[in-house]
């Protein structure tokens, strides 16, 4: 199944006060990268990014912007594409990239958070797949049990529907109506955090760190078996 993805970052920070997407965690690579690189890590066939226009990108890696493109490009891994109206609500920044996507002509879209970066490229793949496989249903949600939740795909003919959304209207409100039909896939509760405010960001970059003394724990202990 064909299967474009949108990451949609051009949110403003203001709950935060500062620039969450370039927000340094603990490897080195900046937040949005983390999230980003799922995307891109994933199955999907491409991945459009929907930032400010005036976002220097300073937050993504050399090798992402030199290899991204800017246009539509049918083989291009990676498209950056900037919402000019991005202030007017985050319906302005999912229809740019809904549009861009359609260049592609996919059977479906799959959009995340520019701030999940717990987020894994195996939850998106699982995503898509529910997609493939309950081939009745108009999107698939991602869900920590307590309803649809980014990230979630909708089939192509949810587009018309997606577009029609204005203001801060999301896909939530698509996913709360009972014209659509969908399905839920459900994942770690960590996969859904964001980095809206200080205390979220701490909780994340807190997790992030002990995961990683885990990890490095484990490998000692096998090291020794």
Same mark, same amino acid.
């Given at each position: ?9 051009? *949110?403003?920070?203001?709950? =935060? /006060?500062?620039?969450? !997407? ?6 080195? +690579?900046?937040? &949005? ?74 059977? *479906?879209?799959?959009?995340? =958070? /520019?701030?999940?970066? !717990? ?6 793949? +699982?995503?898509? &797949? ?96």
């Amino acid at each position: 199944m064909r299967m474009t993805g949108i990451v949609l970052a051009a *949110g403003r920070s203001s709950r =935060l /006060g500062r620039d969450k !997407l370039s927000v340094v965690m603990p490897d080195g +690579r900046s937040l &949005a990268t983390w999230s980003l690189e799922a995307a891109l890590d994933s199955d999907l066939d491409q991945v459009i990014c929907v930032v400010k226009p005036e976002d220097s990108l300073a937050w993504l890696p050399v090798k992402w912007i030199d290899s991204a493109t800017y246009v539509y490009h049918p083989t291009a891994r990676l498209r950056i594409v900037a919402c000019a109206d991005y202030a007017c609500g985050m319906a302005n920044s999912l229809h740019s990239g809904v549009l861009s996507a359609m260049e592609y002509k996919p059977e *479906g879209i799959l959009m995340l =958070l /520019g701030d999940q970066p !717990l987020l894994k490229a195996q939850d998106i793949n +699982r995503v898509t &797949a529910a997609l493939a496989t309950h081939k009745l249903c108009d999107y698939v949600a991602a869900t920590d049990g307590e309803g649809g939740k980014p990230p979630v795909a909708f089939r192509s003919h949810m587009f018309g529907p997606l577009l029609s959304l204005h203001g801060d209207e999301g896909a939530r409100k698509i996913m709360r109506s009972t014209n659509y039909s969908g399905v839920h896939v459900p994942l770690p509760e960590t996969r859904f955090w964001d980095a809206d405010t200080e205390p979220e960001l701490k909780r994340i970059l807190s997790h992030v760190t002990e995961s990683g003394r885990q990890t490095i724990y484990q490998e000692k202990i096998n090291n020794h078996v």
